[in-house]
T-cell receptor, first 114, second 115 residues
Framework: AQSVTQPDIHITVSEGASLELRCNYS??????LFWYVQSPGQGLQLLLK??????LVQGIKGFEAEFKRSQSSFNLRKPSVHWSDAAEYFC????????????FGPGTRLSVLP | NAGVTQTPKFRVLKTGQSMTLLCAQD?????MYWYRQDPGMGLRLIHY???????AKGEVPDGYNVSRLKKQNFLLGLESAAPSQTSVYFC??????????????FGDGTRLSIL
């Protein structure tokens, strides 16, 4: 079945440590790919997106993500985590590449230790 | 810039009651969406609209109805609320072009509890 998976439900890292959140999708073609962040009680904010071209994309707040076609993955990374990065992170896929059908992963909750 | 505004922010209903959630966007977006968010399940699409006067079913449409009478507004209705509809509801909008800078703008959500 077509899906978006985020294998890690909850990740805890120390402040200053590096971070990688995993995302895999199972669609035949290469969809548009996104990462969103949700702080408690808030809506979703777009961190970055991949449509085509360079497979390493830069986003806001120091985040980056790398698209790997062979692995159907779009993992999110940050070299040094800040306490304010504690939030829930969602990977999303635009299945038909025209904005009508976003499919979200289940989310990964990030906790940051001082 | 207001972006996407959802009202109300919180609501408690009794089983069988009806209510309407309002989503308003001021970005002249063509597409609008209603999602529900439940723990461990991410966001699931309830209904969406690709333009004024048009609506379509998403992944979990049962028990909900929608209307898009004006381009800027997208209403989500619960005709007879059930406890299974306890959730956080998010509205989103996006422009028509494929390469929008912001593929989907989200509201802050409506937390709905059905007793």
């Amino acid at each position: 079945a077509q899906s978006v998976t985020q294998p890690d439900i909850h990740i805890t890292v120390s402040e200053g440590a590096s971070l990688e959140l995993r995302c895999n999708y199972s669609y035949g073609a290469t969809p548009y790919l996104f990462w969103y962040v949700q702080s408690p009680g808030q809506g979703l904010q777009l961190l970055l997106k991949y449509f085509s071209g360079d497979t390493l994309v830069q986003g806001i707040k120091g985040f980056e993500a790398e698209f790997k076609r062979s692995q159907s993955s779009f993992n999110l990374r940050k070299p040094s985590v800040h306490w304010s990065d504690a939030a829930e992170y969602f990977c999303a896929v635009d299945v038909y590449n025209y904005g009508q059908n976003f499919v979200f992963g289940p989310g990964t909750r990030l906790s940051v230790l001082p | 810039n207001a972006g996407v505004t959802q009202t109300p922010k919180f609501r408690v209903l009794k089983t069988g009651q009806s209510m309407t959630l309002l989503c308003a966007q001021d970005m002249n977006h063509e597409y609008m969406y209603w999602y529900r968010q439940d723990p461990g399940m991410g966001l699931r699409l309830i209904h969406y609209s690709v333009g004024e006067g048009t609506t379509a079913k998403g992944e979990v449409p049962d028990g909900y109805n929608v209307s898009r009478l004006k381009k800027q507004n997208f209403l989500l209705g619960l005709e007879s609320a059930a406890p299974s509809q306890t959730s956080v509801y998010f509205c989103a909008s996006t422009c028509r072009e494929q390469l929008c800078n912001q593929p989907q703008h989200f509201g802050d959500g409506t937390r709905l509890s059905i007793l």
